[in-house]
């Protein structure tokens, strides 16, 4: 087995901010055919650590994106951003494209409806907003800050909104709750706060995994409703749903003669 010089070693660029990103960087980082980076895009104020080298930021579209592959010799790419993040996906479809750089999608399937969920997908806020209806009712709301901003628009509602970080400004309506929380979330945490809070809408993503689901099947057993937005198309990357199948694919693409440091 040969082990590499650093500037022998292959160069992995992970576009992350997702569960996926990171465990896949953490199956990488033993490695010592590899040196692998992880690309975040700076949105959280303090993200979890990684256990590779992290540069933050975008890239300035395809073209910086591109550069930034030809200028580091990046001899794969790996998106594993999340499913709701389609603009840094296509850009890593067309800059793999321009620049030869083998690339591959690591996504997680959407959840499925089964017997008791009783899911309405939306298009986007504005389509949640209205399918809340004029009564007031008590919205759990697990979204991002741009798309919570739009619910000031049924300012009847009570909110009870949770998000990684503050939501700066805090949603211009009269009654609303926030929780500052990161997942995982366990079903019981969750039933438990549904209750506490009267919860009778619950508005999310479909963003599969089990890191939210809890949400979801304490929904379902306590009958609740759910504004489920809709995911965006699927970009033409070829896509891979588990950590592992990303790595074979890895393997496959840079071939595995290296020592792995496993
Ligand atoms: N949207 C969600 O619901 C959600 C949920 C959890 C985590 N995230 C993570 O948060 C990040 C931003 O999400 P978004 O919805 O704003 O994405 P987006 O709309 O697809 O991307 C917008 C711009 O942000 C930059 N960007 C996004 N991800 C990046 C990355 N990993 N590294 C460097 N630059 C990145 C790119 O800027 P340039 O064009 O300048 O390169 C991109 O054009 C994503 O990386 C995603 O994995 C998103």
Do not use: C
């Given at each position: 087995?040969?082990r590499?010089a650093?500037?022998?070693?292959?160069?992995?660029?992970?576009?992350?901010?997702?569960?996926?990103?990171r465990?896949?960087?953490?199956?990488?980082?033993?490695?010592t055919d590899?040196?692998?980076?992880?690309?975040l895009?700076?949105?959280?104020a303090?993200?979890?650590?990684?256990?590779v080298?992290?540069?933050?930021g975008?890239?300035?579209?395809?073209?910086?994106?591109?550069?930034?592959?030809?200028?580091?010799?990046?001899?794969a790419?790996?998106?594993?951003?999340?499913?709701?993040?389609?603009?840094?996906?296509a850009?890593?479809?067309?800059?793999?494209?321009?620049?030869?750089?083998?690339?591959?999608?690591?996504?997680?399937?959407?959840?499925?409806?089964?017997?008791?969920?009783?899911?309405?997908e939306?298009?986007?806020?504005?389509?949640a907003v209205?399918?809340?209806?004029?009564?007031?009712?008590?919205?759990?709301?697990?979204l991002?800050?741009?798309?919570?901003a739009r619910?000031?628009?049924?300012?009847?509602?009570?909110y009870?909104?949770?998000?990684?970080?503050?939501?700066?400004?805090?949603?211009?309506?009269?009654h609303a709750?926030?929780?500052?929380?990161r997942?995982?979330?366990?079903e019981k945490?969750?039933?438990a706060l549904?209750?506490?809070?009267?919860?009778?809408?619950?508005?999310?993503?479909?963003?599969?995994?089990?890191?939210?689901?809890?949400?979801?099947?304490?929904?379902?057993?306590?009958?609740?409703?759910?504004?489920?937005?809709?995911?965006?198309?699927v970009s033409?990357?070829?896509?891979?749903?588990?950590?592992?199948?990303?790595?074979?694919?890895?393997?496959?693409v840079i071939?595995?003669?290296?020592?792995?440091?496993?």
């Amino acid at each position: 087995m040969v082990r590499l010089a650093d500037d022998m070693k292959r160069h992995i660029l992970i576009l992350g901010g997702t569960t996926e990103g990171r465990l896949l960087a953490e199956h990488l980082a033993a490695r010592t055919d590899l040196a692998v980076t992880m690309s975040l895009a700076g949105r959280t104020a303090s993200p979890l650590a990684q256990p590779v080298p992290v540069r933050r930021g975008g890239f300035g579209g395809v073209a910086g994106l591109s550069q930034y592959l030809r200028d580091h010799e990046v001899k794969a790419l790996i998106d594993a951003t999340h499913p709701y993040a389609p603009t840094i996906s296509a850009h890593a479809g067309s800059a793999a494209l321009q620049t030869s750089t083998p690339t591959i999608a690591l996504r997680r399937p959407p959840w499925r409806a089964v017997a008791g969920d009783q899911w309405t997908e939306v298009l986007d806020a504005d389509e949640a907003v209205r399918a809340l209806g004029a009564p007031p009712r008590n919205v759990f709301l697990t979204l991002g800050r741009q798309e919570i901003a739009r619910f000031a628009l049924a300012p009847q509602h009570r909110y009870l909104i949770r998000s990684v970080d503050a939501v700066e400004p805090p949603l211009a309506v009269p009654h609303a709750v926030y929780i500052e929380h990161r997942g995982p979330f366990e079903e019981k945490q969750e039933r438990a706060l549904l209750l506490a809070h009267a919860i009778d809408v619950v508005v999310a993503k479909n963003s599969g995994g089990s890191a939210t689901f809890g949400k979801i099947a304490a929904a379902r057993e306590l009958g609740i409703p759910v504004l489920l937005f809709r995911r965006p198309p699927v970009s033409a990357n070829r896509g891979v749903a588990t950590v592992n199948e990303a790595i074979a694919w890895l393997d496959h693409v840079i071939g595995a003669e290296f020592d792995r440091g496993v």
